[in-house]
């Protein structure tokens, strides 16, 4: 082949190349923030606890609340998120919308986290954030309602948990009605619920 028809080639790769990676990285991502629910869901009676008392479905009501999964031992993603939670707090309370917003943290491990060492982890991020467990099963029931899962395997010494890092809404109604994924930009993200809290 000729060594001008391949550089002609490789240029027209290129350029093709190019065009479809300046497609790819200026899709807005931060757009995609919240996914509202075409059919929200009512939450089922549960019931979890905190250091303050009991936590369920009558703790919901009357206010927007932003649910968030994770646990004390968590090295990176939780502690990640509890930070994010705590920028939309501090954003929303800029607004003075932080009155009509709850913010929950849910151990799903209760065999190690006890609900003070919750409370006080969750409260280290923001004042504003509760933090609550319960028994595997009522987690399980709680976090199945919001299309949450999580598990946590011990065998040994070798303990693992694994959960889903996404951030679930819950209306002033009892009913589940959108989610977010830990990747968003804060402004983007308030101002949409904002929008909606108001």
């Not at 190019?18 to 790819?24: D, E, K």
């Not at 280290?124 to 029931?141: D, M, P």
């Not at 809404?169 to 994924?181: A, L």
């Amino acid at each position: 082949m000729n060594r001008a028809l391949i550089v002609c080639l490789l240029l027209s790769l290129g350029g093709a190349l190019g065009l479809t990676l300046a497609f790819i990285k200026y899709k807005p991502h931060e757009q995609q923030t919240i996914e509202w629910l075409d059919n929200p869901r009512s939450l089922m009676d549960f019931s979890l606890e905190s250091e303050t008392g009991g936590f369920n479905k009558q703790s919901l009501m009357g206010h927007w609340t932003i649910v968030l999964f994770g646990f004390l031992h968590c090295p990176d993603i939780c502690p990640t998120s509890l930070s994010q939670l705590a920028a939309i707090a501090d954003s929303l309370a800029e607004k003075s919308i932080d009155q009509k917003v709850a913010f929950v943290f849910v151990s799903v491990d209760p065999r190690r986290d006890r609900i003070v060492e919750v409370s006080q982890y969750a409260r280290y991020f923001s004042s504003s954030i509760r933090g609550v467990t319960g028994t595997e099963k009522q987690l399980a029931q709680f976090a199945n309602r919001l299309g949450i899962q999580f598990k946590v395997s011990s065998v040994n010494e070798d303990y693992q948990v694994a959960h889903s890092t996404t951030f679930s809404i819950i209306g002033p109604d009892g009913v589940f009605r959108g989610r977010f994924n830990p990747e968003f930009d804060v402004s983007n993200l308030v101002r949409n619920l904002s929008s909606k809290f108001n």
